[in-house]
């Protein structure tokens, strides 16, 4: 992915804080801007274990579990049909709906390096930690004949410890 730095590292109106759209809203506009299933199942796979780490190691309430699921859900919204526009789109979406500038930081810090923008919380810091381990686990269950059936923590391990594999 080509460095396409956003220029700005504030976005969303701060009066939006709290604003969030639904799960179901937000899951229609992942299948309207989506077709990709393997996009799609990337971007539900970030946005479970954003959540799930939300509840389990941040002790969450259900508002603040939401934003971290909106966020991994939504962070890849605009790669496939704008490419060059990848997350100025989402942005810009999410912006114009009053959305909770957290989730729009998040994702505008999915990617420090591309984007310019950095993690601050330890919500953008754990978006990018989930993504960049998400499409490593899915590589790995590509080369095995089940897929992720049966794909277990110590094969993840491995694999990590492995320099060519998944490499860039």
């Given at each position: 992915m080509a460095t396409r730095p956003l220029g700005r590292n504030d976005f969303g109106d701060p009066k939006n804080a709290g604003n969030l759209m639904s799960i179901e809203e937000a899951h229609a506009i992942l299948n309207e801007w989506v077709p990709n299933?393997?996009?799609?199942?990337?971007?539900?796979?970030v946005a479970a274990v954003m959540k799930a780490w939300a509840i389990e190691k941040e002790s969450a309430d259900e508002q603040t579990a939401l934003k971290w699921e909106l966020a991994g859900l939504l962070h890849d919204a605009d790669w496939e049909k704008y490419p060059d526009e990848h997350c100025r789109i989402i942005i810009e979406e999410l912006e114009r709906r009053n959305i909770d500038p957290d989730v729009?930081?998040?994702?505008?810090?999915h990617g420090p390096d591309h984007f310019g923008v950095e993690p601050v919380s330890k919500m953008d810091k754990m978006i990018y930690a989930i993504d960049e381990l998400s499409g490593f686990i899915h590589a790995a269950s590509l080369i095995r004949p089940t897929g992720y059936e049966g794909l277990e923590v110590k094969s993840i391990l491995k694999k990590l410890k492995t320099p060519s594999f998944a490499a860039r």
């Open positions: 299933d393997r996009l799609r199942l990337h971007m539900k796979q729009i930081h998040c994702i505008a810090s």
